[in-house]
C-alpha cells in the first residue's frame, strides 16, 4: 500500500486549502482513511477521519473548520481546511488502515507528509 498526499503549502490565516491523498497497490481493502499532522515539537496527531460507511471523526478544533470525504472507487481521500489558522501549521500525513484479501487482521500505512504553513 502507497499513499501519495498533495495539496500543501503556504497560505494567509482565513484561507482555505484542499489536501488530496491517493492510496496505490493491489490485494487490500480500505477501512479507513484520515490526516494526520504534526508541529514541530509536538507528538502526531489525529486530524480526522473517514470509514469505509463514511462516519467521521475530527479533532475538537477542526471540526467546525475542516472536512474530510473520500471517493472510495479512486481509493482517494480528501481534506478540505477552511478558516486556517497559525496553529494549523503542521506537517500532515495521510493514513490508511487496511485489510488484506483473506485475512482479517488491520495494517496501518503512512504516506510521507505534506506541509501546510498558515501566516498570520
Known amino acids: 500500500v502507497q499513499l501519495q498526499a498533495s495539496g500543501g503549502g503556504l497560505v494567509q490565516a482565513g484561507g482555505s486549502l484542499l489536501l488530496s491523498c491517493a492510496a496505490s497497490?493491489?490485494?487490500?481493502?480500505?477501512?479507513?482513511m484520515g490526516w494526520y499532522r504534526q508541529a514541530p515539537d509536538n507528538n502526531r496527531e489525529l486530524v480526522a477521519t473517514i470509514t469505509d460507511i463514511g462516519t467521521t471523526d475530527y479533532e475538537d478544533s477542526v471540526r467546525a473548520r475542516f472536512t474530510i470525504s473520500r471517493d472510495g472507487a479512486k481509493r482517494m481521500v480528501y481534506l478540505q481546511m477552511n478558516s486556517l489558522k497559525p496553529e494549523d501549521t503542521a506537517v500532515y500525513y495521510c493514513?490508511?488502515?487496511?485489510?488484506?484479501?483473506?485475512?482479517?487482521?488491520?495494517?496501518?500505512?503512512w504516506g510521507l507528509g505534506t506541509q501546510v504553513t498558515v501566516s498570520s
Open positions: 493514513n490508511a488502515e487496511v485489510t488484506r484479501w483473506g485475512r482479517t487482521n488491520h495494517l496501518r500505512y
Open positions: 497497490g493491489t490485494g487490500f481493502t480500505i477501512k479507513a
